[in-house]
DNA sequence: TTGAAATTTCGCAACATTGCGAATAAACTG
DNA sequence: CAGTTTATTCGCAATGTTGCGAAATTTCAA
């Protein structure tokens, strides 16, 4: 490894361990945790909702989707951290309806 | 390196829709397909613009996640169909931004 | 209360995504 | 040009997600 001392130059790498640094010291494990929790729980919340909204039993909203009740069931447990893009779609596809997915940059307060 | 613009792409889009919506006129199963890819296309496109955006290198980004290289070049790859909500979680972590999901109503016919 | 429909929980096999090194190609620097 | 960094591709093991039946629980209407 090269070994740099410059003050004057910032290579990338400072910048990579800034970023670094603010990951792991910026967001402890419990609330990148709880985050995720939320995140999840917020999916099994739409999930629900949208069955739902078009008045649908778990096991008939699984035949949409080629899949059984207790895999709705499953999606719609607050505490399931299995959610994925693939089950999304297909939910989304057969309620007529696409996923949007955003980055959206997190504003640290303070 | 691989054609891997990403800059615009408006020009050809309009001709490219054209000849895509007379083949595949009348062939859900296709549509949807192509649906899916575009939308992978998207995400592809989103991660590597993301990544630009703050500079870092593939490898670089790749030890904010905790991975290496060749999965982010995995990832930015336009044909990629594994995308996952947990990848880019993490990504949007390791970029200080969140994930947003939405549902979206599509009207469809015309 | 009773029965039927709906939901929930559990376990395990099947399938999908990720990890990761190594080799190749491309881009960049001097 | 050679040397360095960056990006891409491939294969396979490890991990994660889904499929799905069966049984337990809850909900609801009669």
Redesign the interface.
């Known amino acids: 490894m090269p070994d740099k001392k410059a003050k004057t130059v910032k290579p ?2 400072d ?2 361990e800034i ?2 640094r ?2 792991f010291e910026g ?1 402890p494990a419990r609330l ?1 945790n709880l ?2 929790a939320r ?1 999840n729980e917020e ?1 099994a919340r ?1 999930i629900h909702e ?1 069955r739902a909204a078009v008045a649908l039993a778990q096991t008939q909203l699984a035949k949409l989707i080629g899949t059984t009740a207790s895999v709705i069931c499953r999606l719609e447990d607050a505490d399931y951290e299995g ?4 089950m ?2 297909r939910i ?2 057969a ?12 504003r ?1 307060s303070a």
Chains 1, 2 share one sequence.
């Not at 007529?96 to 980055?103: G, L, M, P, V």
């Open positions: 990338a790498s910048a990579v970023l670094h603010r990951f967001k990148k985050e995720e995140a999916i739409k949208l959610h994925s893009l693939a999304l779609r989304a596809g309620l007529n309806q696409r996923i949007e997915i955003r980055f959206i940059p997190i640290r």
